[in-house]
DNA sequence: AGCGGACTTTCCGTCAGGCGGAAACCCTGG
DNA sequence: CCAGGGTTTCCGCCTGACGGAAAGTCCGCT
């Protein structure tokens, strides 16, 4: 016992609730006025409205001219000393831009975190296939090109707990049955490439490589999405693999 | 008395204490150790440890393979939604890319926070002079071209109290006298372009120009840094202005 | 105007829980 | 083997967080 929303109030640490209130964004409510962000952080409003006031004054949030409260610049700068985010960003950009310029679709860039992916960088070509994907946002592994590069080169313990829980479906071609996943993560360690067929969407197909750090381990996948009925992975494939392996080398530096 | 380290320490607030902790990271330290952090963020160890733990299961926080702490992803996630970041990004990609295209140069862009600019995306050219910016980073408004068009359009207190201020000098080009600066900005006004020659690095020059949003605000300023005897300014003026305009337009969408 | 509702802000008594000194623990290098 | 740095745990004191309540503000609706 002890859970349900009531009881877990009182229960909760200092930090726990501020870092509640950080929370109570996501890409659906990027804006709240306060007592819907209190709502959404499970605590009284005065409670709400004093955390409110900390993270203004400390540039965590801010308020816009319309009153409401969104996530503030301040934040945004220390989250850019993040690894994995900006210096990742930085040594990638060159090659992405490239992939981009060579298929005009969209190329993205995404590292693991825990059982997840999360994208760090996207060029949206300007006539490509729009896809669910942002910057910034959170995907399980099993479905995207990125998440099975990411999955088929982590270490076992978390292959096996990512394959351990039911797996997500998306459209009827996912892949849910833990001993096919198995193998086609076996492939793409052969391979070097993932292709995740109509997947995610039934108009799009991804093609991931693996993009690997300075000793040699994986950090991160680059992929591009096409349309389903496009250029075939085929004719991607190489390209991908290529502009991966030149952010590799440029993270090597 | 009452400030000091020691005796500013029991005076703050539980938040304050929390974010102290991401304060202690910076450009140059991007991986503490858990007693530099204290230190860095004037708490006891003690201190220090809990609030760690907080951000550590929370994802503000991580410690790398070794046992250094970094900033976390899952604050990047909540950085991400803070409106001129991603948002503004994902709008002025293209158009940045154009201009990257057309110069081969440094593009950037920023947006003002108080009386600073944080730059927000930049596309780092191959060959492309070396700059000081970098995403993330901040700068005094008064010597950068994206600073100079950002206070030009900043509101009249804004631009008041950055005047009133003594102005940071960086090189002997450095603009430091407030008339000056106050001429400099009627022209940028006028002109709808800022140039920055040598007022930040004796060999870079930078030529920017204003982004606005929707309601026709200036919300950004985007600019391109050349070597200082380059191609002038001339040139670059017309396919910078152009560029913003084309961010411009995407914004309005 | 007058009213109802939703949001914001302030106030304040209570008491949970944060705070931090100190000591134990754990390395690594001399 | 010890010295010096870091990390982690423990625990009693007491502060300052907590949140209910009420006042204040700003709508839109009739």
Redesign the pocket.
């Given at each position: 016992m002890g859970e349900g929303s009531a009881a877990a109030?009182?229960?909760?640490?200092?930090?726990?609730?501020l870092l509640a209130v950080l929370d109570a964004f996501d890409a659906e409510h990027r804006a709240l006025?306060?007592?819907?962000?209190?709502r959404r952080a499970g605590?009284?409003?005065?409670?709400a409205?004093?955390?409110?006031g900390d993270l203004l004054a400390w540039g965590g949030l801010e308020r816009g001219d319309d009153?409401?409260?969104r996530v503030g610049l301040h934040l945004w700068e220390v989250a850019a000393l993040a690894p994995r985010t900006i210096g990742l960003r930085e040594a990638a950009a060159p090659s992405m831009g490239d992939l981009y310029e060579a298929t005009h679709e969209n190329v993205q860039l995404a590292v693991r975190d825990g059982l997840e992916v999360v994208f760090v960088e996207r060029i949206a070509g300007r006539h490509a296939v729009p896809v669910l994907t942002r910057v910034g946002l959170r995907f399980p592994m099993s479905a995207t090109g990125v998440g099975l590069v990411l999955l088929a080169f982590a270490p076992r313990e978390v292959q096996e707990e990512a394959l351990s829980s039911p797996l997500e479906r998306f459209t009827e071609r996912t892949v849910v049955d833990p001993r096919r996943l198995r193998s086609m993560l076996a492939d793409v360690r052969r391979r070097g490439i993932a292709v995740s067929d109509r997947q995610v969407t039934m108009d799009a197909l991804s093609v991931a490589a693996p993009v690997r750090g300075p000793d040699g381990d994986v950090v991160a996948a680059l992929s591009v999405v096409v349309q389903a009925d496009g250029a075939g992975p085929r004719t991607l494939a190489p390209a991908v693999r290529t502009a991966a392996a030149a952010i590799s080398r440029a993270l090597a530096r």
């Open positions: 109030r009182g229960s909760r640490t200092a930090s726990a609730r006025t306060l007592s819907a962000l209190a605590l009284p409003v005065s409670t409205h004093r955390l409110v009153g409401l409260l």
